[in-house]
């Protein structure tokens, strides 16, 4: 049972707008940001957005992050086939003092 | 261009214990941040092992904390992680991670990962 709550999984098809919710508590996303990692089969997870709703170089601005009170979210615009991957939220828990992850969300592009 | 590389024995005996090790190259473990080891079993999501400084201060999940140990070696650039009494749950791609800050201002920005290592306990 993960910290952050995040749905099994999501779908959409080519062009289209998708979104990742990520839900926690005020120990962690109500306190700290969100950062979002994104993992293709039999490789290492890739920082996504960090620090809420910033990229790190290299990273399309298709993809944002937002986030409000104890939720965050991933979107992704104009989805495109190779998107398809699990996405995974992250941030600091001020109460366990240790970090925490949601359980991912494994996106399919239809 | 920084590089994390894992390496250790692929497979354990049940209740032996795993080690691992973390090369760095590109940056110098000893200008600072906090390093992680981080699992993920088959099929499952990511999960936090600890994180160890520069300084050699650690910080365990309290889940392995009886059981792990994380040591660094700034004259190698490296840094280590020790898992005993394993078993076959143990049983996971092991990855070892930058963190470039926690908190408030960073959450936990984890920007360099090593490509991972499959470790088999059986």
């Known amino acids: 049972q993960s910290v952050l709550t995040q749905p099994p999984s999501a779908s959409g098809t080519p062009g289209q707008r998708v979104t990742i919710s990520c839900s926690g508590g005020?120990?962690?996303?109500?306190?700290?940001?969100v950062n979002w990692f994104q993992q293709f089969p039999g490789t290492a997870p890739k920082l996504l957005i960090h620090?809420?709703?910033q990229w790190p170089s290299g990273v399309p601005d298709r993809f944002s992050g937002s986030k409000s009170g104890t939720s965050a979210s991933l979107a992704i615009s104009g989805l495109q086939s190779e998107d398809e991957a699990d996405y995974y939220c992250?941030?600091?828990?001020?109460?366990?003092?240790?970090?925490?992850f949601g359980g991912g969300t494994k996106l399919t592009v239809l | 261009q920084v590089q994390l590389q894992e390496s250790g024995p692929g497979l354990v005996k049940t209740s032996e214990t795993l080690s691992l090790t973390c090369t760095v190259s590109?940056?110098?473990?000893?200008?600072?941040?906090?390093w992680d080891w981080i699992r993920q079993s088959p099929g499952k999501g990511l999960e936090w092992i600890g994180s160890?400084?520069?300084?050699?201060?650690?910080y365990y999940n309290p889940y392995f904390k009886s059981r792990v140990t994380m040591s660094v070696d700034t004259s190698k650039n490296q840094f280590s992680l020790r898992l005993n009494s394993v078993t076959a749950a143990d049983t996971a791609v092991y990855y070892c991670?930058?963190?470039?800050?926690?908190?408030?201002?960073?959450?936990?920005?984890?920007?360099?990962w090593g490509q991972g290592t499959l470790v088999t306990v059986s």
């Open positions: 991670v930058r963190e470039a800050g926690r908190g408030h201002t960073y959450g936990w920005d984890l920007d360099y």
């Open positions: 590109g940056l110098f473990i000893s200008h600072g941040y906090f």
């Open positions: 160890i400084y520069h300084s050699g201060t650690t």
């Open positions: 005020s120990s962690n996303i109500g306190s700290n940001s």
């Open positions: 620090r809420s709703n």
């Open positions: 992250a941030t600091w828990d001020d109460s366990l003092n240790g970090p925490v």
